[in-house]
């Protein structure tokens, strides 16, 4: 009775402890549960009408498209979109709490299997009641490091990577649950979780090798030990290879996960494994985007990478051959096993913190049961073991304390797009993108200079990149630089024709600058190349219907007006009028245009029309008012004064009035050659060559080494024959 008793404690105890653990884990990430949509969260989650309805459930099952807007993004994980939808409905929106709180409970529950799963290995070889105590405390460290490790925070920090969450997850519930009921084996239900995992993210399909491994290592039979493993294994096996045909089968054509060269991205990856690695026991150089870079050559990191990978092998055959350290070769072995998907498969990146997630399952679980080792080793050898015993306990809680305030660290970087992106262009200076994704954050409260500051250093990494020439545009739009704007849109458009992004980006500053007709074309092309994506189809939608609006025009116009395009401000007001005459700010804008230029007249005539309509409008009172009094003081006196009027009307594109302007000049100066230029220009302007000839040909008679004259007189001819009037 007394046995019976302890043994209840004992299990009562072990759960305490665990959920203990678990609880230290959720106090750890109690600061990340508000934090926001990052990087690719945009195109899977945030700009993703799909995920919005619960009634796409099913869709997220036989649809590819639904899991991104962007088609070279969209792939086959029909769990992770419906939790996505679950998480939206729940929260009635874009609430990040509820989409955090989902991932945190198949986190913990991980964390829970991974603790079942450590132990039922460590019994394999342990059984004796002796050991007990030892299993249970390696395993619940086991675990506790693995949740508080820093490195593990921006796979559960990033919202659309909880693809690796589940798919880590369902991988070792399968697999505890082979090992701790063989009585399900039969019926197969181990499997259901393996089938949640693949369907969640495809590096599950290692799943298979892993319970191989763990039949060949802790179930073995004196008799055909591997026969008997791949016996085991060949039910998952079987599933696996029916599920990644489906899976490939219902990929599109559009999923582009790479351009690097798949030769220099596999020659990296040892190296990368080497850093994962150090990462483990120092994780110092966390961040969300790496600037390592694929090697080119086999240089001394790529030798040092290889050689790492060897030491591993070696290791992990070595103490395989002893059970008590068996399960140091698991973890080892289990640590390669999953990263083999990212490490042949090339990626668009050839590192991520995230892609530790699934290999720290095993590596942690191999350091752990060798430092328990260890420890056993030591308290053999000490006078006072107790106190050893006290010291150890002491030094190990300080060690996960401090791998704990990491991660608290971790996920203050992950609150904000500002402190995430600060963080890495922090560690990884040489990173076009990040430097273009902290650059947009400053863009968004304001701080153009820094925007451009960040955008223009990015170009020294990234020179060909779109999405950077877009944003690029983006900001010049913003700064009223048009020109640069215009360039930077075409630029990207050029680099990535086949990209809706760029289109629409393009359209959309067009339709905000009144070229109303290109802006359409430009969105058209748009939702051509991407019908999926709503942002453009409802701009389209507007831009087609707010031509027969005059306060689109009245906007646009005072956006020219904004950006010194002065005839274009009169053109857009004027097409406001044509709408609905009685427009005041139609008026009042043309005149402020008109005063731009110097035509006092014409300003004064265009706001005595805005007060016509609106006697009460006191901005078009207070500028009849400055434009009479300027008008008096800046009336041309003298033929220059009429000639640089006359040019200031060329420019704006009032090609008759510089030419009334010009004539002006020439009643106080008859043979005033630069007069006669001007008239040349301006017939040039209208298009009437023969009177433009006649004009230049004059001011050249007066002045006949008058260059800019006999540059107009040959336009105007060679134009003539191409035209003729």
């Known amino acids: 009775m007394a046995e019976n008793s302890g043994s209840t404690l004992s299990r009562l105890t072990q759960r305490l402890l665990l959920v203990a653990v678990l609880a230290v884990v959720t106090v750890t990430y109690a600061n990340h549960f508000h934090n926001g949509f990052h990087f690719d969260d945009a195109h899977t989650v945030v700009d993703n009408p799909s995920i919005r309805s619960l009634a796409n459930l099913p869709r997220f099952f036989s649809d590819t498209t639904t899991f991104s807007v962007l088609p ?125 995992a693949l369907l969640s993210k495809p590096p599950a399909f290692v799943f298979p090798f892993l319970l191989w491994l763990y039949v060949a290592f802790f179930e073995p039979s004196r008799e055909r030990r591997v026969y008997r493993s791949f016996l085991a294994a060949l039910p998952s096996l079987s599933v696996c290879i029916v599920l990644l045909v489906f899976e490939s089968a219902m990929t599109p054509k559009s999923y582009a996960p790479s351009i690097l060269s798949a030769a220099d991205y596999r020659m990296t990856q040892p190296f990368v494994l080497l850093r994962y690695f150090g990462s483990l026991f120092l994780p110092i150089h966390l961040n969300v985007d790496t600037d390592l870079t694929a090697f080119h050559t086999f240089n001394a990191s790529a030798l040092a990478g290889f050689l790492f990978v060897i030491a591993i092998l070696v290791a992990a055959w070595l103490t395989a051959r002893k059970e008590s350290t068996r399960p140091i070769a698991f973890g080892l072995f289990w640590f390669l096993i999953t990263s083999v998907p990212t490490s042949f498969y090339v990626l668009s990146e050839v590192e991520n913190d995230h892609r530790m997630y699934f290999p720290f399952v095993g590596l942690v679980f191999a350091v752990v049961w060798s430092l328990w080792l260890a420890f056993e080793f030591l308290l053999q050898r000490v006078s006072q073991p107790q106190t050893t015993r006290q010291v150890v306990l002491g030094g190990v809680l300080v060690l996960l304390a401090m791998y704990a305030y990491g991660t608290y660290q971790r996920n203050l970087v992950w609150r904000t797009d500002e402190s995430l992106w600060r963080d890495d262009i922090a560690k990884s200076p040489h990173n076009g993108r990040g430097l273009m994704n902290y650059g947009l954050t400053q863009m968004a409260k304001g701080s153009y200079p820094a925007a451009l500051d960040s955008f223009q250093r990015a170009l020294l990494y990234t020179p060909n990149y779109s999405t950077l020439e877009i944003n690029l545009g983006v900001l010049y739009g913003v700064m009223f630089q048009t020109q640069e704007a215009a360039q930077h849109f075409q630029r990207a458009i050029q680099l990535a024709p086949g990209s809706d992004e ?18 359409i074309r430009e969105l058209e092309t748009a ?46 007001a004027q097409k406001a009028l044509n709408i609905n005459p009685n427009t005041a700010l139609a008026y009042n804008n043309i005149g402020a245009a008109y005063a731009a230029l110097q035509q006092w007249d014409l300003a ?122």
């Open 72 to 196: 070279a993004n969209r792939t086959y994980r029909p769990f992770v979109s419906a939790s996505l939808a679950v998480d939206y409905a729940l929260g009635r929106g874009y609430v990040p709490f509820w989409f955090h709180l989902s991932t945190f409970i198949v986190f913990l529950l991980q964390l829970a299997g991974m603790y079942a799963l450590y132990l039922v290995v460590l019994r394999r070889i342990r059984p004796a009641a002796e050991f007990e105590t030892g299993n249970r405390i390696s395993s619940l460290l086991a675990a506790a490091w693995y949740g508080l490790h820093p490195a593990i925070a921006e796979t559960v920090n990033y919202i659309i990577q909880r693809g690796d969450i589940f798919s880590t997850a369902g991988v070792v519930a399968a697999l505890a649950l082979y090992a701790r009921f063989p009585k399900l084996r039969r019926s197969g239900l181990y499997l259901l979780p393996f089938v949640f």
């Open 502 to 519: 760029s289109h629409y980006f393009y359209g959309r500053w067009l339709y905000q600058s009144g070229d109303l007709p290109s802006a």
């Open 527 to 572: 939702t051509r190349l991407n019908p999926s994506r709503q942002a453009a189809q409802s701009l389209l939608t507007v831009a087609q219907a707010t031509g027969h609006a005059a306060s689109y025009w009245v906007d646009a116009s005072l956006y020219q007006y904004r950006s010194g395009n002065y005839a274009a401000c009169i053109a857009d």
């Open 604 to 725: 004064m005539q265009n706001e005595r029309e805005a007060l016509r309509v609106d006697p009460s409008f006191s901005v078009a009172k207070n500028n009849l008012e400055a434009y009479t009094q300027q008008g008096a003081q800046a009336s041309p006196k003298t033929a220059e004064d009429w000639l640089n009027l006359s040019l200031h009307d060329n420019q704006a594109g009032l090609f008759q009035k510089s030419i009334q302007d010009a004539r002006e000049a020439l009643k106080l100066r008859p043979d005033y050659a630069e007069a006669y230029n001007n008239i040349a220009a301006g017939y040039e302007g209208l298009h009437d060559w023969d009177r433009a000839i006649e004009a230049a040909r004059k001011a050249i008679s007066l002045k006949p080494d008058f260059q800019l004259a006999k540059n107009n007189l040959a336009w105007a001819q060679q134009q003539r024959n191409v035209q003729p009037r």
